[in-house]
């Protein structure tokens, strides 16, 4: 017995630790140290061994009682015989003591005495996607899918049997829909509750089958179903229809439809959370003199003022011109515009000459260069901007 190690010590916790940090230490060690998890190995069997028996103590309060008074001498007479290390795995039911560990870790599907239960359940979503336009997103729409569903078949009332006939007892789970598993293990018998292979849970076995539906108890129908898209709906968010999905299983629920929306791409807008971004191209004088013009949102043409001297990239805000809040369709995000200044790529002779005398107006003409011809000093008078320039040729 001098050789064996501490019980607290071997999973790692103090003396004051409750059954909480127990069963958490217990886990990881069993985890890492499971022989399904290292086959072969030696040492990591001994170590499981040496950690279960440890968990088995611990987590009985007499057990641990009489560990925590007389140390690994309390199970020296009459406990010792068939276990690791003098600890009797084989007197001990560790069904109840590892069973919902060990259904966790590995997958058993629950622990020992566990409730079998072949109760309603909810059925299965069906998924579908619509495409819509990005003013269908900004202000909402109803469309309508085509969406295969599943109905009672009509034939045997949804029983899947033929008619005159009736559904039986599962003779394996006895109606419960789930069958229990035991299996032995190093740690004595675990059990475990999973679903009956030959129902799939039902709790009820078909012998003659409708001709219909083919046992089923459901047959495919072609359905038309309206979706109501809400204002402010963006790409890659769902539309939830319940109760329009997969039947449910013993008198479940039916599962729900999820509608994705794929919004199309604007050549005009984009979108960024509840806010819309375009450009808005104006003429080099209407830049320079200022102007309205009509900018074109998703409510329509606006009209807005070009303050004179604007220059070219110009952000303007047109307030609560932009996407509707899901969740209050009266609060609404703002449309940015860019003003670019649009140069002309084709011009007439006369245009030409135009700009030209524009330009010597305007003060850009070699007269006005930063270095004279005849000295070649630099000129120290103050050169003004071009929109100044601008402004002055024409109140000349």
Known sequence: MADKRDYYEVLGVDKGADDAALKKAYRALAKKYHP??????????KKFKEASEAYAVLSDPDKRRQYDQFGHAAFENGGGGGGYGGFDFNGADFGDIFGDIFGDLFGGGGRRGGRASNGPMKGPNIRKSVRITFEEAVFGCEKELDVIIKDPCPKCNGTGA?????????PKCGGKGQVVYTQQSFFGTVQNVQTCPDCHGTGKIIKEKCSDCGGTGYVSNRKKISVSIPAGIDN???VRIREKGEPGTNGGPRGDLLVEVVVSRHPIFQRQDMHIFSTAPITFAQAALGADIRIKTVDGEVLYNVKAGTKTDTKVRLKGKGVPSLRNAQVRGDHYVTLVIQTPEKLSAEAKEALRKFDELAGNSLKSADVTESTGTKNTKKKK????????AFEE
């Open 236 to 238: 890659g968010q769902s």
């Open 36 to 45: 399904d998890m290292n086959p072969g190995d030696a040492d990591a069997e």
């Open 385 to 392: 901007g071009f929109m100044d320039k601008m402004k002055d």
């Open 162 to 170: 033929k008619p005159g006939t009736n559904p039986e007892t599962c």
